[in-house]
């Protein structure tokens, strides 16, 4: 903090000298404007001599400055304005030479105050103290102080201090200094909290997983520190384009004072003052930075913008970038013979892995709060590294880990069946067993975010002609990934030194953006053109080694910087060439003894001006079409965490397409299943489906304007509730008895077929419309029940026809819902 405050100090004294300075040459300009109305012009010569001494004497320093550091720089230009003007006695025009310059100057140091200010004010909040409990009473501690593993208490309106674990209850956190969004966030028990937000609710309880050096508002002070401190490849353009400019101005000046001589030529070298290439550059792009960090968006100096807008190429890592980065329980498998429902099967699992420590431990319980189940509390746990974890849960003694640990072998049917569909998948495996038997096993994935492929859309719309995939990741997950997300290549299991071997490849072909999250993409991006760690929640030193750090995340806003880069080097290079252009515009006129030097001096003040407000339009954002409004973005959010309960249900389709049979033994335990899933999809994913037609797609038809521009989805709809329907029928028609080979094959394919129609359709609409509202994610407690407006089963209208009478063009979701299926229709066909 004591190296922030000596930054903050040295800032504060640049601001007010270039004040005090603006202050004193103003005043002497007026002060002798004032007497040579008065008729005293002595005295104004004085004040305005004495002003231009102010004058000359800064744009010296400056020049020296440069000259010190081994660059010839334009305010050698200035300063022999100033000294040209001084001496062939133009005092008034020096006197407004020197304003001019110390106004543009002024006008740089309020431009970058403007423009950083969205940057320090991350350092102004950050948290000093936190609150921990310790030996039943509340102790309020320096930051430094807090370890992993303490459980702190944040009061209303605290910041949060460091990361951690929501304990218990629903927290709701002002994300905005961190992501952008002005809306607030709820979170609910066992969601990871990011230290630098604001609690705008209750207290809560948070588990510390970090140390204060290591939190997420800790990566991000280090990286706006640097980003206020580096000085920009670009700002040192200007001085690159002096060697031309410099001689070229003399040269021009040269050819006035042998045309007309000495005072024409300081008219000249008063309007080639190029305060223009000195501010144009670092104003705008130090706008952009700032523009950058009010999105989320860390970039740690200029330069790297000015690199990114040049940038073609992109080398995505696909865990953590492509995809969430976390597992998560995609599929509940019960054992052939076990008597426990999915959701029995979870409880207990997850109520033994709130013992545990390990990913795959978090992910079960996460999975658990998402579907709001009720954990119990377990006993007497054991765990052994490499295999698993066992306790006694509700009376039960559950184990939960590998096959061996749980008392799998390879024989039955259902573990073949998992162990295919997790290598198929690239999924990770979790067998349970209750009271020393097999009862299931979860499937745990890694899944791709659902801005992903949009994501890539929008770089190549933005100028990117290649996107490669590398990762460590085995060949056949991270070809999946490739597939759905649309690269254009993927490397697969590579190690550290194998991603440098192909960020030098790629680069050999042009300028290399490489993304990432672990430790082992911190090379890489140390080595690539532009590296950029996705979220301040991975590794330090991927954060450390890239170049920008999306500290939100949201793949999106990858496909964001790159706009704002180019938008950026843009506007700073119209407002640095633009400037020049009416500076040697003016050189040409005074060298034709058409423009004085006080004249000359008036406009290029105004020149000076001109160009810096255009670079400040840097500040303003890219321009997001279609942002959604505050009422629909809650919509969106809110069917978002719907899908995250739905994905559930959709996997149990599966699951019960899976275990039926013609086997006499087996086959009313498989039918009561598929009548389960059956009333899955009537009592929760067809009310989910329906409200989404209701309300969420008028609202989305609305912002994308044209002419029903979700009509394709909501024919998917349509489908479904016939689908849905026709299944019905299916159970009711076989009723009670046994299903022979044929009722097996169609009811293994209506589940199939509905399983694959709502995993694609849930897939699609979290990637087009979905994602519209990604900007304010919160994690809500669990899905919305349906209610009156969510037509349930019981609302069915045309959909409860016959076959005869109800075709897939027939069955629209805004019309009905899929019949409930029951047995009073008959039984064995």
Known sequence: MGVTFVRGARAWLVRRSALLLLVVTTAGLVAGGVAWLAGAGEAADAAWLATAACGLAYAFWVAAAGIAHGRLSVDV????????????????????????????RALEAWAAYRARHDLSALLARAPRTGRRYRDGSLETVPLDQIAAGDLLLVAAGDVVPVDGTLVAGVAMLDESALTGEALPVEHVRGDMLR????????????????NAADSTYAGIVRLVSEAENAQAPFVRLADRYAMWFLPLSLAVAGAAWALGGAERAVAVLVVATPCPLILAAPVALVSGLSAAARRGIVVKNGGVLERLARCTTVLIDKTGTLTAGQPAVTAIVPAGDTPLEPEEILTLAASLDQASGHVLATAVVRAAAERGVRLDQPADVTEQPGQGIEGTVAGHRVRLGRAGWAAVTDAP??????RRRAWLDGALTVFVAVDGRPAGALLLEDRIRPDARQTIRELRRGGITRVVLATGDRAEAAAAVGALTGVDEVLAELTPDAKLDAVRREQRRAPVVMTGDGINDAPALALADVGVAMGARGSTASSEAADAVLTVDHLGRLGEAAALARRTRRIARQSVLAGMGMSLAAMG???????????????????DVAVILNALRALRPVSAAGRLTDADAALTRRFRAEHRHIRADIEQLRVAADALTTDPAAAPAAMAQVRQAHALLTGEIWPHENAEEADLYPALNRLLGGTDPTATMSRAHAEIAYQIARLGRLIAEIGDQAPDEADVADLRGALYGLHAILRLHTAQEDEAYLSLGEDAEPALPGPAKAGP?????????PAQAGPAQAGPAQAGPAQAGPAQAGTAQGGKR
């Open 77 to 104: 230009i200035a300063f022999l304005a100033l000294a040209g003007a001084i001496a062939v006695d133009e005092l008034l025009a020096a006197a407004v030479i020197s304003v001019m310059l110390t106004s543009g």
């Open 195 to 210: 230290s630098g937000t604001l609690n705008a609710g209750g207290p809560f309880d948070l588990r510390a997983t970090t």
């Open 413 to 418: 049917p259902w573990v073949r069946a998992v």
């Open 589 to 607: 006129v005074a060298a034709a003894g058409w423009l004085p030097a006080v004249w000359g001096a008036l406009l290029q003040e105004a020149i």
């Open 789 to 797: 407006a969510q037509a349930g089963p019981a609302q069915a209208g």
